[in-house]
């Protein structure tokens, strides 16, 4: 059974303070690693797809990075409108089946002016 | 386009109702799921079309059934709903199997 577990589940940060999410993952084979953003009541929005162990993602404040474990979201001096869930996801290889993603619980991020 | 379109934003029912939830896109993608979402959790499939065949989440009650009129067009039948059914129901559409998922803003049902 695929498994995504994300730490920490929230963490509290002030404006300018970087830090880095985590997400380690178990799965039969992965066929991608993404990251959304969520704001509460809305629909996840996408933010970087990871095929490959080494691979790196980049876009404004935000770096995502993979190995063959875990995957890690760093955020460069944050500011309060990068205040949001985050949620980390895997796509797995099935036996020809459809699938579609596997969410781990999120890590809740606020950030202080 | 780049959009998913999901109607109602907001549905009330009560248990011995019948009701659907429609989601539409126009990016030529070829798979459609339906996740839901309960507060504080993360969202969790229900269903996949892709390639006009449907894939099932074995532990999804019959009280859904998931209807894909066309390649743009997903639909989610709602019957004999219980309050623990009240949740936030996401459609998302893909490219094809594997790659980046579009996701709508979800329709909020409440059931009664």
């Known amino acids: 059974e695929d498994q995504v577990t994300q730490s920490p589940e929230a963490l509290r940060l002030q404006e300018g303070e970087s830090s880095s999410l985590n997400c380690s993952y178990t799965?039969?084979?992965?066929?991608?690693l993404f990251w959304y953003r969520q704001d509460p009541g809305k629909g996840p929005e996408f933010l970087f797809t990871l095929y490959s162990a080494g691979e790196e993602k980049e876009k404004e404040r935000l770096k995502a990075t993979l190995t063959k474990k875990e995957s890690f979201l760093h955020i460069t001096a944050p500011k309060p409108e990068d205040s949001a869930t985050y949620l980390c996801?895997?796509?797995?290889?099935?036996?020809?089946?459809?699938?579609?993603?596997?969410f781990g619980k999120g890590t809740h991020l606020i950030i202080q002016p | 386009d780049t959009e998913v379109t999901q109607t109602p934003k907001h549905l009330v029912m009560g248990m011995t109702n019948k009701k659907s939830l429609k989601c539409e896109q126009h990016m030529g993608h070829r798979a459609m799921y339906w996740y839901k979402q309960k507060a504080k959790k993360p969202p969790e499939l229900m269903f996949v079309?892709?390639?006009?065949?449907?894939?099932i989440n074995e532990s999804v009650p019959s009280r859904f059934s998931p209807e894909c009129p066309n390649s743009s067009l997903l639909n989610l039948h709602l019957h004999a709903l219980q309050p623990e059914d009240s949740a936030l129901y996401l459609c998302?559409?893909?490219?094809?199997?594997?790659?980046?998922?579009?996701f709508g803003q979800g329709t909020r049902l409440t059931v009664v």
């Open positions: 799965v039969s084979g992965l066929r991608g």
């Open positions: 998302a559409s893909s490219q094809d199997l594997v790659g980046r998922a579009f």
């Open positions: 996801a895997v796509q797995a290889y099935s036996g020809g089946g459809a699938d579609g993603l596997t």
């Open positions: 079309y892709s390639y006009e065949k449907l894939s």
